[in-house]
């Protein structure tokens, strides 16, 4: 079992009895991992997945921290691998509460120089494994939510704004922002939510990917209106909001967790 926090104790067990699939955990570093945590330490029993026998060896141990009982292998540009997911869980639960989507991928090589260089081939990819990947993965989850239920996927302020090296992956989070506001309007009528994060920058595995991650790292914390380093348990919390009934009346919102760094236009003179 894992210690308990005092942000775990306020929440208390507001996600008892509910069960949901969580998608994208690399390391204890991962955003995913931080809206595991936090969703653990509340109460909900969790379904985790990894992809490749190099990330079964780091998500192993966070799974049994998270006294996880369901952690399968998972491709989701395989379209068997999604089947193989959801009937495992269908037989194991019957049925699901929630889904943490945190899945993005783009050839590392293609986010440096210039968007207008991107080839066919990656901006395909890019798109399929950063944004279907979400509305193929809702179609299913929805599929087991006869009561209802929340779904939460990522994003990020490139999505509006140009970012340093951050390229095609700014047009599938665009891309994936959208996705949310239709997914929200098919599925409200089932009762079941769609939201999105778009965390600040944060030194993640998929943070390491981008070569000016750095510098984007370090400009946002001199410049965000609150000045504390960004950390998993906000992004967490964020997400256990997202995905609990405290935001029942909440869905097609894209919520921005980044210390109100996507609020700054020009920085005042000197950073103050």
Not at 24 to 37: E, F, L, P, Q, V
Not at 143 to 149: E, F, I, V, Y
Not at 228 to 242: E, K, P, R, T
Request: aromatic letters at 6%; hydrophobic letters at 45%.
């Amino acid at each position: 079992m894992t210690e308990v926090t005092d942000d775990q104790q306020v929440t208390g067990q507001l996600m008892a009895g509910k069960r949901g699939l969580v998608l994208g955990i690399a390391n204890d570093h991962s955003i995913a991992y931080g809206i595991a945590r936090a969703l653990h330490g509340a109460g909900a029993e969790l379904a985790l997945t990894y992809q490749g026998d190099s990330f079964l060896k780091r998500v192993e141990p966070l799974a049994q921290s998270l006294d996880c009982q369901l952690l399968m292998p998972c491709d989701v540009s395989d379209p068997d691998s999604l089947d193989a997911l959801f009937a495992a869980i269908a037989e194991r639960w019957g049925s699901l509460d929630f889904l943490v989507h945190a899945i993005a991928y783009s050839d590392r090589a293609e986010l440096s120089g210039r968007y207008v260089d991107t080839t066919r081939e990656n901006f395909v990819q890019t798109l399929s494994i950063s944004c279907f990947s979400f509305t193929d993965l809702a179609r299913r989850a929805a599929a087991l939510m006869p009561n209802g239920g929340a779904m939460v996927t990522l994003s990020f302020l490139g999505a509006h704004r140009v970012m340093p090296s951050y390229n095609v992956m700014g047009v599938a989070k665009a891309a994936l922002e959208t996705s949310v506001r239709y997914l929200a309007e098919d599925l409200g009528k089932d009762n079941v939510r769609i939201n999105a994060i778009s965390a600040g920058p944060m030194r993640t595995l998929a943070g390491a990917v981008i070569a000016d991650g750095r510098y984007v790292h370090k400009y946002a914390g001199e410049h965000a209106p609150l000045r504390d380093a960004l950390d998993l348990d906000a992004i967490g919390n964020s997400g256990l909001y997202l995905l609990s009934d405290l935001s029942s009346a909440v869905t097609g919102e894209v919520m921005n967790v980044d210390n109100g760094f996507s609020v700054i236009g020009i920085p005042r003179p000197g950073g103050d």
